[in-house]
């Protein structure tokens, strides 16, 4: 099984602010995923990223995979209380998701 | 509006009960799967469907879980009995699925939350 590892755990920010959560492994992806996941919701996927070294933008949302395709980023401007959530990037490449631990992002208004 | 219906969205029971969860996947949808979500694991995946056939329960505990898929509109997780440990909030995603679904996307039901007292 490939362990994805996901940092901060937990990220509390003010409105407005710039943050970056991290996705990385010891092992070679095909493509990742990030999902978010809203209180009380199940997860939502915002993107699915192929090609090493790619970025992806979803509005204020940046999302970066590693040249090596061993890693990913998703950096967000700007940070509004909308984004509160569980942010968790997903292995998609055996039919099954296996996902990080996560990352809990709190903006505070 | 084609969304992945889960119910009840809250069960608590007792130790040692029985207990059903159903799921409605998108319509059209062949691939079915359950997951279970807590603070100390994470989200786990127990099982998954392809046009109704079970391909992969190594998730599951064997003993006192059971998944199915009745026909093409349900399907269900069942935990007999049930122990505290099973606490937790288990989703149903459905998708469409192929031998290698690398980028497909799973829609996500909103959950069910089970307390095992």
């Known amino acids: 099984t490939q362990l994805l590892e996901q940092s901060p755990q937990f990220l509390s920010i003010q409105e407005g602010e710039n943050l970056t959560v991290y996705c990385n492994s010891s092992?070679?992806?095909?493509?990742l995923q990030w999902y978010r996941q809203e209180p009380g919701e199940g997860p939502v996927l915002l993107v699915t990223?192929?090609?090493?070294?790619e970025v992806k933008k979803l509005k204020r949302l940046t999302f970066q995979f590693g040249d090596a395709r061993k890693d990913s980023s998703l950096h967000i401007t700007a940070a509004q209380p909308g984004d509160t959530g569980l942010y968790l990037c997903a292995d998609p490449n055996t039919g099954k998701l296996i996902f990080g631990q996560g990352t809990t992002l709190q903006v505070k208004p | 509006d084609a969304r992945v219906t889960q119910t009840p969205r809250h069960k608590v029971t007792e130790m040692g009960q029985e207990v059903t969860m159903r799921c409605q996947p998108i319509?059209?949808?062949?691939?079915v799967f359950w997951y279970r979500q807590t603070m100390m694991q994470g989200l786990e995946l127990l099982a998954y469907f392809r046009n109704r056939a079970p391909l992969d329960d190594s998730g599951m505990p064997k003993d006192r879980f059971s998944a199915e898929m009745p026909d093409a509109t349900l399907a269900t997780l069942k935990i007999q009995p049930s122990e505290p440990r099973d606490s937790a909030v288990y989703f149903c995603?459905?998708?469409?699925?192929?031998?290698?679904?690398?980028?497909?996307?799973?829609?996500f039901g909103p959950g069910t939350r089970l307390t095992v007292l």
């Open positions: 995603a459905s998708g469409l699925g192929s031998s290698f679904s690398s980028y497909n996307e799973q829609f």
């Open positions: 990223v192929v090609t090493g070294g």
């Open positions: 319509l059209g949808h062949n691939t």
């Open positions: 092992s070679v992806f095909s493509s």
